[in-house]
């Protein structure tokens, strides 16, 4: 039996997550939930999984929640930072979901790094921010980490089993998101219900704008140089509009691995559940013969800047990439609110990079000084645009 802190229960992947789960209750048992501010939800779910504890954003909301389950099921309440850190730690638990989106999730997943925890890694805004200092945490205290992000469960299941003998180069496929095709000139107007109208994925709002501006592939890009220990020269970005191969590892003898499926989140979870046992998800077999041609293009990075923007900063190192994250998590924040132009999260990611260029990382306290530092330049930027 596993027994699963699940952060970030309430959103896409966490509902996923929980789907699964619900398939096999032999195998997994639930010991922790978080929802932030998501309280129906998260009460909902309490009641179907009866967890020990469940935490919420602050007082107030733990105050409602504590209502709604009264008399219902047994679940302690609790709120904060420091709870979510508490729950990713617990003696009790071997497996935890890391789906916090955004910088919020990196204190929670590091501290089920520090407790040589399973962590299923969604939140890739962690391995963005402080890859070095994660990986670091992960290795000392025994932890196993395995990807969620569908990309790099797809290599992570195309990598030889040992090593990395062989290999010559990751390929990262990339819908291109529901912009693709739109005139560059166009994508100034376009507005958030279009950009988080995903052709083929159905995700929390955040990543679907990232989807849109390819800064998530961008992201995924440095994800992939820290969990699987490579390079920048060795990971390329290919187009490729149906979603059904999610990613593909290449060796030095010809051969190119692909992972494929249907897109469907609950597939890289199920991996990661049960690895290195399978089990059933609940997806559709894949039909190929039904699917749509197989398209793979190039990326074009004048439609994306995005892209370029962090492959510069993985190559610039250190706090760069945590400034690029918080950057783009404020412009993606204004531009959901209507504040910003769709066009302009590329520019005020930009120009918050230029003003900070050289951000210490190497402890938690210089990552967390560059991720708030890059905030206020990028509101700054933001301000002076309005
Ligand atoms: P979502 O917005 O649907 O859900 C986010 C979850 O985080 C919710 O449970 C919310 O309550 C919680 N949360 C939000 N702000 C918080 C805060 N400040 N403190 C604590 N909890 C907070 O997001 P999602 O689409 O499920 O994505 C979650 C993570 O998984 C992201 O890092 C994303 O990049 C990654 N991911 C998602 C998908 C997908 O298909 N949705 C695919 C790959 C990777
Ligand atoms: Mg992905």
Not at 133 to 150: N, W, Y
Not at 201 to 209: H, L, Q, T
Not at 221 to 239: G, K
Request: net charge negative; aromatic share 4%.
């Amino acid at each position: 039996m596993r027994r699963l802190t699940v952060l970030g229960a309430t959103g896409s992947i966490g509902v996923s997550t929980l789907d699964v789960v619900a398939r096999h209750p032999d195998r997994f048992e639930i010991v922790a939930l978080s929802g932030h501010r998501q309280i129906d939800r998260l009460a909902e779910q309490c009641i179907a999984f009866a967890p020990r504890i469940a935490v919420v954003a602050d007082a107030d909301a733990a105050v409602v929640l504590r209502e709604r389950l009264t008399g219902r099921v047994p679940t302690e309440v609790m709120h904060g930072v420091e709870a979510l850190e508490m729950v990713a730690a617990l003696p009790e638990v071997d497996t935890v979901m890391a789906a916090i989106v955004g910088a919020a999730g990196l204190r929670p997943a590091l501290a089920a790094a520090r407790a040589g925890k399973r962590i299923l890694l969604a939140n890739k805004e962690s391995l963005v921010m402080s890859g070095d200092l994660f990986m670091r945490e992960v290795s000392a205290h025994g932890a196993t980490l395995l990807p969620i992000d569908s990309e790099h469960n797809a290599v992570f299941q195309c990598m030889p089993a040992k090593g990395r003998e062989g290999v010559r180069r990751i390929l990262l496929t990339a819908s291109g998101g529901p912009f693709r095709r739109t005139p560059i000139a166009d994508l100034a107007n376009v507005t958030p219900e279009q950009a988080c109208a995903h052709p083929n994925w159905d995700m929390g709002r955040k990543i679907s704008v990232d989807s849109a501006t390819m800064m998530n592939k961008g992201l995924e890009v440095i994800e992939a140089r820290w969990l699987f220990d490579t390079p920048a020269e060795r990971i390329d970005v290919v187009i490729h509009p149906q979603s059904i191969v999610h990613s593909m590892v290449e060796y030095v003898d010809g051969s190119v691995l692909a992972q494929m499926g249907n897109p469907d989140m609950r597939t890289p979870i199920a991996h990661a559940l049960a690895w290195p046992e399978r089990i059933e998800s609940g997806v559709g077999v894949l039909d190929l013969a039904a699917a749509a041609d197989l398209v793979f293009e190039r990326p074009d990075l004048d439609r994306f800047p995005c892209l370029k923007l962090a492959f510069d900063a993985l190559r610039a190192g250190a706090g760069t990439p945590a400034v690029l994250n918080a950057a783009n998590e404020v412009a993606v924040a204004a531009f959901l609110e209507h504040r910003l132009g769709f066009r302009a999260i590329a520019d005020v990611i930009a120009a918050t990079l230029d003003t900070l260029p050289d951000q210490p990382s190497s402890t938690l306290d210089e990552v967390f000084a560059a991720d708030a530092a890059a905030r206020e330049v990028a509101r700054r930027q933001i301000g002076a645009r309005a």
